[in-house]
């Protein structure tokens, strides 16, 4: 898919676990895990507000678009 | 939800009526290959529709003929709808009905009912043509509008559950 969730590298500039997250946002590990590894087909504004609110950052900060192709161009 | 589906009495009804009618089509297939190959020869149907000596005698023996082969080939149409009736009770009764291979299920049924329709409608002909004033025959092939529009709702119903399938994807994989 060509969003892209940064959530991973969200988390390490935080110090913070998937687990610590999942406490403070009331979501499982499960769903969190999903949206971690890319695997989610959408994500709620709702979550997205925990999400920004507990790593105080934008929307962007988590999905960015990459376009699909762009990275196997490179490796032509 | 899935629980208040899984606990109704209509469903474990539903399965097993399901299951009767799978055998009873099972055996009116067997009465049908009886029929035409066992029992009723040529001199039983004309004295049993008081036809001998009739010059249709014939073309009536053919035509029941042709009617009870047509009749065979409805066996496994009602077949391919009774099954695919019973796989879709047994996921409405382990609580997910909205899948992709329900919409196939129904679409399948759909077009077993076009089928069975269309072959109503062949027997209705077969029989009309041979039946005379003299020598009436009657046989309810069902063929009624009430036919087409269960063929029309089935396939709409595929569409339903093909977007329900569709939907339910969707909010599965939604964080």
């Known amino acids: ?76 | 939800m899935s629980s208040t589906a899984s606990s109704s009495p209509a469903l474990p009804i539903a399965r097993l009526l399901l299951r009767i009618l799978i055998l009873v089509n099972w055996l009116w297939g067997v009465a049908i290959l009886v029929l035409l190959f066992g029992v009723p020869n040529r001199d039983w149907i004309l004295s049993a529709l008081k036809l001998a000596g009739s010059p249709d005698a014939d073309r009536v023996v053919m035509a029941l003929r042709a009617t009870v082969v047509l009749g065979l080939v409805v066996i496994p149409l009602n077949n391919i709808f009774l099954t695919r009736l019973l796989a879709i009770v047994d996921t409405v009764r382990a609580g997910d009905p909205f899948v992709a291979a329900n919409a196939k299920r129904l679409q399948t049924m759909a077009w077993a009912m076009v089928a069975l329709q269309v072959l109503g409608m062949v027997i209705g002909a077969i029989i009309k043509a041979v039946s005379t004033p003299a020598h009436p025959i009657n046989v309810d092939t069902g063929g009624s509008i009430n036919g087409w529009l269960a063929v029309l709702l089935t396939f709409l119903l595929a569409r339903v559950f093909a977007e329900g399938a569709h939907m339910r994807e969707d909010l599965q994989g939604t964080v």
């Open chain 1, 1 to 76: 898919m060509a969003i892209v969730v940064k959530l991973d590298d969200l988390l390490h500039e935080r110090r913070m676990t998937l687990t610590e997250l999942s406490g403070r946002i009331g979501m499982t590990l499960a769903n969190l895990s999903i949206l971690k590894t890319g695997k989610a087909r959408a994500i709620r504004f709702s979550t997205l507000e925990a999400i920004c609110d507990a790593l105080s950052c934008q929307p962007g900060d988590i999905l960015t678009f990459e376009p699909e192709g762009v990275g196997e161009e490179s490796f032509t």
